[in-house]
């Protein structure tokens, strides 16, 4: 009889781990099921039992524990022609052919009193990528490990942080490093990017209508120096205290839209997003300068004024010459940006098969004076040291808008990005994408479809398969030329750093994926 109990007080522990075993054998006890000595005998064996093996305990503050993430395993081939003002390498190619591989380990859930919390680690320190490739720390590095070395590829670093609360069924607050809140698309945003700050969501449902909004404060940078030294005294005090104190940087972001319920199989998503910046961070930073865009356009291969990491954000490695300056090279800055953007969908059904319309639609409204600003600080090394004007075509205006058309058939859709698997589901998504140079913001473009640049435009196709309830199979291809051949391709990726002005560009990957 012990034993039968014992066996059902830890099904019904199971079931439900929130009621206390003890309260359980009291109630056994109080029904007259169990004899109060039997009830002791049973919890001297559970002690007994516990202390032989684990006995994982958790606060009593944590209500849940998700363990979650995947590890996906890739071959890539990319390669960007470089356009005509590279002179006697005009035409080259920079590849880049590898194989690479990408872990993310997190564990989220709720706590206590409509709390949240979540928590998640990842390979690879780039913002827009958690990817390292293979035999990458067998060489290159002081001193010389040798090869299949552990020294730069095999770390792991914070990509999610954060605390959440939701006091209602209508409102959802969070601050830390958070996942992407935003609908939107990779058009504008990278979607390996989790911003820092605060996030409050609001929702309801009207009707056939699914209301939503979600304002963002996001830290794009803080600025507080680097040095005590900087701000007590010094011959450089007032340096940092003018240029770079209190110089913070933030980004904005303000969405409001619905989901319209046309129909049992029709739907239609809409929701407009709003950003704005404040502050234009550390002046040793690509963020406080003008943007320019212009990459190695004219410089790098002009024996008379060096500029040999003129790609590089902010311009750094400008040698020589009079009045050249790192921001007349920078590729990040965000200067004059308030960019309104459009994403939306319509579902729909093709005979058994779901199927989504999509596109993106965005503007900068202050576009022409981030071109003119750019101009300006082209200028400043026209013609100096015998350099060519980097805009010979003077201002160009009319540079700043950006669209995204596609559409994705299959049925598991959000499969190509690995949000849901499934056994034996499949998706194909293909899209258009134009992006002129001061459109967006280029330090968030998605660094894999058109290499997070500007003045880019081009398809994009993805197909996936899941072979099993974790395991998931896909191809992605791209590829994109030059819109305007006046401008550079604006913006860095570290996956290929030297192309600049890119004329055309091509992508292809296989993934495969385990999601846990």
């Not at 409001?256 to 739907?267: E, F, K, P, R, V």
């Amino acid at each position: 009889m012990l034993a039968g109990t014992a066996v059902c007080l830890a099904l019904a522990t199971t079931v439900k781990a929130q009621v206390s075993p003890d309260a359980l054998l009291d109630k056994l006890v109080a029904k007259g099921i169990l004899k109060p000595g039997e009830a002791d005998e049973i919890r001297n064996e559970a002690s007994t039992n516990n202390a032989k093996g684990l006995n994982f305990k958790l606060s009593g503050a944590i209500k849940s524990m998700e363990l979650y993430g995947d590890v996906r395993m890739r071959y890539e081939y990319r390669s960007a022609q470089l356009g005509q003002e590279a002179g006697q390498y005009a035409g080259a190619y920079d590849t880049a052919n590898r194989w690479r591989y990408a872990i993310r380990l997190g564990v989220r859930g709720d706590l206590a009193d409509d709390f949240y919390y979540g928590l998640r680690l990842e390979t690879g320190p780039g913002e827009r990528s958690t990817f390292n490739t293979f035999g990458n720390a067998s060489g290159g590095q002081s001193p010389y490990y040798g090869p299949f070395s552990k020294a730069n590829n095999y770390s792991l670093y914070i990509g999610q942080a954060y605390l959440g609360w939701r006091p209602t069924s209508w409102l959802d607050v969070s601050i830390g490093r958070v996942p992407q809140p935003l609908y939107t698309t990779p058009m504008v945003w990278d979607s390996d990017y989790c911003p820092e700050g605060a996030v409050e969501k609001i929702r309801f449902t009207d009707a056939s209508v699914d209301y939503f909004a979600t304002f963002c404060q996001y830290v794009y940078q803080d600025t507080t120096p680097s040095s005590a030294y900087a701000v007590e005294g010094g011959e450089s005090a007032n340096y940092f205290l003018g240029d770079f104190s209190d110089q913070n940087a933030y980004l904005l972001a303000w969405q409001a839209g619905g989901t319209y319920h046309l129909d049992t199989n029709i739907s239609f998503k809409v929701a407009p997003i709003v950003y704005n910046y404040i502050g234009h961070g550390n002046q040793s930073s690509g963020f406080y300068g003008p943007f320019v865009g212009q990459g190695i356009n004219g410089f790098t291969f002009n024996t008379n004024s060096t500029a040999s990491s003129s790609t590089f954000p902010g311009g750094s490695g400008v040698t020589s010459g009079p009045n050249v300056t790192t921001s007349s090279y920078n590729q990040t800055g965000i200067n004059n940006l308030a960019i309104i953007e459009f994403p939306m969908e319509l579902n729909f059904k093709i005979g058994s098969l779901d199927a989504r319309a999509f596109g993106d639609f965005s503007i900068n409204l202050e576009g022409d004076d981030r071109a003119r600003a750019a101009y300006a600080a082209g200028e400043a090394i026209a013609h100096v040291g015998g350099n060519p004007n980097p805009f010979p075509g003077g201002v160009q205006l009319n540079q700043s808008q950006a669209m995204q058309f596609g559409l994705a058939v299959g049925n598991n859709l959000g499969l190509v990005y690995g949000t849901e698997s499934k056994k034996g589901t499949w998706e194909a998504r293909a899209y258009w994408q134009h992006v002129e140079q001061y459109a967006l913001d280029p330090n968030l473009l998605d660094s894999d479809t058109f290499e997070g640049r500007g003045n880019l435009q081009g398809i994009y196709a993805a197909l996936a398969y899941s072979f099993s309830d974790a395991m998931i199979g896909s191809l992605h291809y791209g590829w994109a030329e030059r819109i305007n051949n006046q401008l550079g391709t604006g913006g860095f990726n570290s996956d290929l750093p030297l192309p600049n002005p890119i004329n055309k560009f091509q992508l292809f990957q296989v993934d495969v994926t385990w999601r846990y």
